[in-house]
């Protein structure tokens, strides 16, 4: 008798509905930062869909949230536990999600963004603030300003294999409304907001090199 989807692993189900292009571009993942190869070789998605792992490596394309939780399932697939975090901006931009590993005890990260500042990180940092600072000076909206204020308590995933999360593109709502409850650390004052300065033009540019315009947003300019 052929089993439920329920009664077979997250990683089982996953692995049976790969192709054999699929099976081949996985099996050459050695490494994070191949992981963030693979990212970056995917289209930045325009449309906000929750994409499962499997439908994200099938239609090549992603936004960051469910490009961190493929990167999640690419590390799991190293042996690392699948582990997101998500930064949090003020309201003037969006939140960002990072899929998390360790190596000798410092963290790095892997994530799609669209960017360049907001992507992979060398596992060098000795802690998650350390490693969520990293991202401070890159964090931007369209108008120059300087927008992260805080982050969430990592989230594993793997309380998500009875939802089959690395398939099913349902459960991915089911992560976003886990990781917007977890715990949250702030990073800056209210007095440190106040004296932050805007990212010089040079380096907004840069950080803006190769995005998907229309995978944009704009907020209302601030009045006078």
């Not at 998500?160 to 800056?188: N, Y």
């Not at 010089?200 to 540019?205: I, K, L, T, W």
């Amino acid at each position: 008798m052929k089993r439920a989807i329920s009664d077979r692993s997250a990683e089982d189900n996953f692995t049976s509905s790969l192709s054999s292009a699929d099976v081949r571009l996985i099996a050459r993942l050695r490494k994070p930062d191949q992981i963030q190869h693979v990212l970056d070789n995917l289209s930045y998605a325009s449309e906000t869909i929750y994409r499962s792992p499997l439908r994200v490596l099938h239609e090549q394309t992603c936004q960051c949230f469910d490009g961190a939780v493929f990167a999640a399932a690419m590390l799991h697939h190293l042996g690392y536990p699948a582990l997101i975090l998500n930064l949090l901006p003020n309201q003037r931009d969006d939140d960002h999600v990072l899929a998390l590993f360790r190596h000798d005890g410092h963290w790095g990260a892997v994530a799609k963004s669209n960017f360049s500042g907001l992507r992979f990180r060398e596992p060098v940092y000795r802690d998650l603030r350390e490693l969520v600072m990293s991202y401070f000076e890159h964090y931007y909206n369209l108008h120059r300003e300087k927008t992260l204020r805080g982050y969430t308590r990592p989230l594993d995933l793997k309380s998500f294999d009875h939802c089959q999360w690395m398939t099913r593109d349902e459960t991915m709502r089911l992560i976003a409304e886990k990781l917007d409850q977890q715990p949250r650390s702030g990073i800056v004052t209210r007095a440190m907001v106040r004296r932050l300065s805007l990212v010089d033009e040079r380096a907004c540019g840069a950080g803006l090199h190769g995005a998907n315009e229309a995978g944009l947003s704009t907020p209302p300019r601030r009045k006078n």
